[in-house]
């Protein structure tokens, strides 16, 4: 069996973050604060977070935040969750997670003095009388009245709450239990999970429960190795983890496991080590969808998907941990650094991530445990949750 390369692997990460004009950094521009959270945690579980400046990090990390007070992927981009969480993560890492407003609203919209006040809740209500707005002036014909709307509204996290306790990841709607997990997070590591109606987030997540055990994106959908994690690691952040059947799911999660020693994320699919470790959540669907379009072989993200959703249910002795270790550090540049989905293909620092955070959960020596759940290293959650 090899061994981590530890410096190779930082080499690797400094050089992804000094990269802006090349095709692949262009094309991942809309990802690059979720690659800021993969390259800076990755430094942080092997000890070497110094290696990167932390005022310019926090700097450029500050500019992709809106006015709305959520995160874009990068300066001028769009707020989404998916951001959002990368932000504060990356702040939690250089312990200034105070640097931001945490309660900051969008904005309260006066459109012209009102003689009547319609409160307005809905998201798609409020895009609606925006354009209507710029449309017709400042009357709302269409409520077939003269009231003058006053905006007053948010896109803070617990305002993407729905009525079913599921949330949505932007203005536009979307809803998938990713979202749930990467909202509960969010909160959780702000301190503000009472913002949201907790009982209701744990509903909607138990509704996307499968007979296999497993949960998918929302009810009814396939079971899948990154949605179980979202699912279960939201649970147990939120002490609800009485409601998994740990033994089903733990046969479903232990048989991803193939003769490589890899990870899979669904039934019939070859391994990858992001499977070893899941996370982001924090994915943006184009790079899910790259993963899965690619799926003839196993690959090392889902080292991360499985093996923490195993550890959260005390089921990680089923899995053969050392075959596990071996399939990831084959799947280093043994030359430049970083870590690719299967032994021999492109490294990225995504793979780079999710193998490096797989080894720590398998308790790979000199490298600093990472929680399962919260997906940063143990001490860091320490310092933010408990004070210490």
């Known amino acids: 069996m090899g061994e981590l390369l530890v410096g190779k692997h930082v080499k690797y990460i400094i050089t992804v973050e000094k990269r802006k004009d090349d095709f692949e950094s262009v094309v991942m521009e809309h990802l690059r604060l979720n690659g800021a959270y993969w390259g800076l945690t990755t430094l942080d579980i092997m000890g070497k977070l110094s290696a990167v400046e932390q005022d310019e990090v926090i700097?450029?990390?500050?500019?992709?935040?809106?006015?709305?007070?959520?995160?874009?992927?990068n300066i001028g981009h769009d707020p989404h969750v998916l951001y959002t969480l990368s932000a504060i993560q990356v702040l939690a890492l250089f312990d200034k997670i105070?640097?931001?407003?945490?309660?900051?609203?969008?904005?309260?919209?006066?459109?012209?003095?009102?003689?009547?006040?319609?409160?307005?809740?809905?998201?798609?209500?409020?895009?609606?009388?925006?354009f209507s707005t710029l449309a017709i002036g400042s009357t709302i014909k269409k409520f077939g009245c003269d009231e003058v709307v006053d905006l007053?509204?948010?896109?803070?996290?617990?305002?993407?709450?729905?009525?079913?306790?599921?949330?949505?990841?932007?203005?536009?709607?979307?809803?998938?239990?990713?979202?749930?997990?990467?909202?509960?997070?969010?909160?959780?590591?702000?301190?503000?999970?009472?913002?949201?109606?907790?009982?209701?987030?744990?509903?909607?997540?138990?509704?996307?429960?499968?007979?296999?055990?497993?949960?998918?994106?929302?009810?009814?959908?396939?079971?899948?190795?990154?949605?179980?994690f979202c699912c279960v690691a939201a649970l147990a952040i939120t002490?609800?983890?009485?409601?998994?059947?740990k033994d089903l799911l733990g046969w479903w999660l232990c048989e991803r496991q193939v003769k490589s020693g890899g990870l899979?994320?669904?039934?019939?699919?070859?391994?990858?080590?992001?499977?070893?470790?899941?996370?982001?959540?924090?994915i943006d669907r184009s790079?899910?969808?790259?993963?899965?379009?690619h799926v003839v072989a196993s690959q090392v993200c889902y080292s991360w998907w499985v093996l923490s959703s195993l550890i959260m249910i005390d089921r990680v002795h089923w899995i053969d941990k050392g075959k596990l270790v071996k399939f990831i550090l084959d799947c280093q540049d043994k030359e430049n650094g970083g870590i690719s989905d299967r032994p021999d293909d492109a490294v990225d620092v995504f793979h780079t991530y999710f193998g490096v955070a797989g080894l720590s959960l398998l308790e790979y020596p000199g490298i600093k445990p990472i929680d399962p759940a919260y997906a940063l290293p143990v001490d860091v959650v320490n310092r933010v949750m408990l004070g210490r």
């Not at 079913?164 to 809803?175: A, P, R």
């Not at 002490?239 to 059947?245: A, P």
Request: glycine letters at 10%; one cysteine or more.
């Open 59 to 73: 700097s450029w990390v500050m500019q992709c935040q809106h006015e709305s007070g959520g995160f874009g992927g």
């Open 98 to 130: 105070h640097v931001f407003d945490i309660d900051k609203r969008v904005c309260n919209v006066n459109l012209t003095k009102p003689k009547h006040v319609v409160k307005l809740t809905s998201r798609v209500l409020i895009t609606t009388v925006i």
């Open 152 to 228: 007053t509204f948010q896109l803070d996290i617990a305002g993407l709450q729905n009525e079913d306790g599921s949330f949505s990841g932007d203005i536009w709607g979307e809803v998938d239990t990713r979202f749930s997990y990467i909202a509960i997070l969010s909160l959780a590591l702000l301190h503000r999970l009472d913002k949201v109606d907790v009982g209701k987030a744990v509903k909607y997540i138990l509704s996307c429960k499968n007979v296999d055990g497993g949960f998918g994106c929302t009810p009814g959908a396939e079971s899948h190795a990154g949605q179980i």
């Open 239 to 245: 002490g609800s983890l009485h409601h998994v059947d």
């Open 264 to 282: 899979n994320g669904r039934p019939e699919k070859l391994p990858d080590v992001c499977y070893s470790c899941y996370i982001e959540f924090f």
């Open 287 to 293: 790079v899910l969808s790259f993963t899965e379009g």
